[in-house]
């Protein structure tokens, strides 16, 4: 239901961007995110959006580096990172929420892509 690309290794200081394609099953009227998780840590919110990308939501931890968008209308969502560094380095998963707002909370995303992987070198 939820397609996330985008993913590779990138040196520190560089910039991906990540994408989620959704399928009809995935109302464009729900919220979307993002959450990764690193390799023995628990899966952390990164960023969600509102169902009309008029909301964004970003962990502490972005600092102002990365963008989450959408299509307005679309279910297909965006998450664009720059000035990366190692600590970066995880599987993002993306996330389609119950509702058209979703905050940090995993329980509020009913649907979960497969991940994709994102390698920061130092």
């Known amino acids: 239901q939820l397609q996330a690309s985008g993913g590779g290794l990138v040196q520190a200081g560089g910039s991906l961007t990540l994408s989620c394609a959704a399928s009809?099953?995935?109302?464009?009227?729900?919220?979307m995110g993002w959450f990764r998780q690193a390799p023995g840590k628990e899966r952390e919110f990164v960023a969600a959006?509102?169902?009309?990308?008029?909301?964004?939501l970003y962990a502490d931890f972005v600092k102002g580096r990365f963008t989450i968008s959408r299509e307005y209308g679309k279910s297909t969502v965006y998450l664009r990172m720059n000035s990366l560094n190692p600590e970066d380095t995880a599987i993002y998963y993306c996330?389609?929420?119950?509702?058209?707002?979703?905050?940090?909370?995993?329980?509020?995303?009913?649907?979960w892509g497969q991940g994709t992987l994102v390698t920061v070198s130092s």
């Open positions: 996330a389609a929420a119950r509702g058209s707002y979703s905050g940090r909370d995993s329980s509020q995303y009913q649907y």
């Open positions: 009809r099953r995935t109302s464009s009227n729900n919220a």
């Open positions: 959006v509102s169902w009309n990308g008029g909301t964004t």
